[in-house]
């Protein structure tokens, strides 16, 4: 398999009935009646998201007229019809380009359009594909063409799901053609509005993915908690095609649904969040409890009964977890988390793993295949002492390719000459033990 596209009708071929993608129909808070489920389930099989995928791909071609190599702009939550869009997109062999949702103003959310019009020039997308509730505000902010991605009017999946067949013939798809575009405000702003694109191809997200298949004890029939993290976040975004590739189910929720208890209804392996997220959780639980009142071990249960129980939590991101966090997870909601390490331009890099033991403030161990070198800072010389702090620089199959239109930040991230020569520099400050365990200190 070379490309997500194999990937996808391999896992149709061999798990066609299985269970792929699960989502719950209606209000999670709705059905909440002593004795009985709190929602119905849907389930979409391996089969199911393969035709789903392959007539998303055939609406973008023959009646909206994508072309290979064009680019397609998602604004959207995490869902299962993100997702399935995702795919279409790589089955038209056009480029997915990830805009983050919470540019656009919703619920309490105040947005940064401004941001969002930057970031669409920058990319210049042909067509938005776009959730259904954040369609006004979007087109509001530009003349790019827009098309739903679900609904009952003219939408991507109500076109889909009229078309008689699919594509007439597959798409040829270049592995090393860039595929996917992921914003990232990289070593230089945290701001919206300085955000660059990292280009990504099907063949380095795949190969990232083999890498992470290694180590992780991922096998099919598991199930994997998506929503939690963001479509537009590159860990996550890997992390479900992953699932794909390895049969395993992913069952969508999101993070409101999550504090009210659906974690428990869903009974999940592992699942995925961003530290940022797992800081939100923790202080969003401990004020929906300070009232309470209650003795430690009771508010204790209260809160594991609500968030659990879970086999593995993964934590994704450039930004350390603060220890604080990472021992309220584990003492108060019992929940067994293990950060790991990535970044935009290098999806996953480091996991901790259960069998390994857990340590404390660290990512974890590199992936294999993974070639890594800290450098002192000033003279750029690699560093070979364990526990002293430098840059990381990064060697492996899931380097991203480049940011687009940004050469001069490309040539800084992937130097052509000097001693950094064919490493990815990643601005990422950390240490590493004798163990092989990282440490990220510092940007």
């Known amino acids: 398999m070379n490309t997500l596209c194999d990937v996808i009708e391999e896992a149709a071929s061999k798990r066609s009935s299985q269970v792929a993608l699960r989502k719950r ?3 999670f808070s709705s059905g ?3 004795g009985t489920e709190p929602y119905s389930l849907r389930d979409i099989t391996f089969a199911e998201v393969r035709d789903f995928a392959v007539r998303n791909a055939f609406v973008l071609r023959e009646r909206k007229g994508i072309q290979t190599g064009e680019h397609v702009g998602i604004i959207a939550e995490n869902t299962p019809e993100t997702f399935l869009a995702r795919l279409g997109t790589q089955f038209a062999g056009a480029v997915d380009v990830s805009f983050d949702y919470d540019l656009v103003p919703h619920r309490t959310n105040k947005g940064n359009l401004d941001a969002l019009r930057k970031q669409i020039r920058d990319t210049q997308p042909n067509l938005l594909l776009v959730q259904d509730h954040l369609v006004e505000r979007v087109r509001g902010s530009t003349d790019i063409p827009i098309l739903p991605i679900s609904g009952y009017g003219a939408s991507l999946a109500k076109m889909a799901q009229d078309a008689s067949s699919g594509l007439a013939a597959p798409v040829q798809i270049d592995p090393a053609a860039p595929s996917m575009m992921i914003g990232s405000s990289g070593t230089t702003s945290d701001s919206d509005l300085d955000f660059k694109f990292a280009l990504h191809t099907q063949g380095s997200l795949l190969g990232n993915i083999r890498d992470l298949g290694q180590v992780l004890p991922i096998h099919a029939g598991q199930i994997y908690m998506s929503g939690l993290a963001k479509s537009s976040h590159v860990f996550e975004a890997s992390v479900q095609i992953a699932m794909l590739y390895y049969g395993v189910v992913q069952h969508f929720t999101d993070r409101g649904a999550y504090l009210l208890g659906e974690g428990p209804f869903i009974k999940p392996d592992f699942g995925l969040m961003v530290p940022l997220m797992a800081n939100k959780t923790k202080n969003q639980a401990e004020r929906a409890i ?3 009142g209650a003795p430690g071990p009771i508010i204790r249960r209260k809160v594991a009964g609500k968030l659990g129980p879970n086999k593995v939590f993964l934590i994704g ?5 603060e220890e604080t966090t990472q021992r309220w997870w584990m003492d108060t909601a019992k929940m067994p988390i293990f950060q790991g390490y990535g970044l935009t331009e290098y999806p996953i890099v480091s ?20 070639e890594a070198m800290i450098v002192d800072r000033e003279s750029l010389n690699p560093i070979t002492e364990f526990d002293k702090e430098g840059i990381l620089c990064l060697r492996g199959p899931g380097t991203f390719v480049g940011y687009h239109n940004r050469p001069n930040q ?3 991230a992937l130097p ?8 990815l520099n990643t601005g990422d400050l950390v240490k590493l033990d004798s163990d092989g365990f990282l440490y990220v200190t510092g940007r």
């Not at 069998?355 to 990512?363: A, F, M, P, V």
């Not at 052509?416 to 490493?423: A, D, M, N, T, V």
């Open 32 to 34: 909440m009646k002593k």
């Open 317 to 321: 991101g450039s930004a350390p977890l």
């Open 351 to 370: 996991v901790n793993l259960p069998e390994e033991g857990y340590r404390i403030k660290s990512s974890g161990r590199l992936l294999p295949g993974i």
């Open 25 to 27: 129909r209606g209000d």
């Open 416 to 423: 052509q000459e000097g001693p950094l020569r064919s490493w």
């Open 290 to 292: 300070a009232g309470i």
């Open 410 to 412: 490309t040539a800084e």
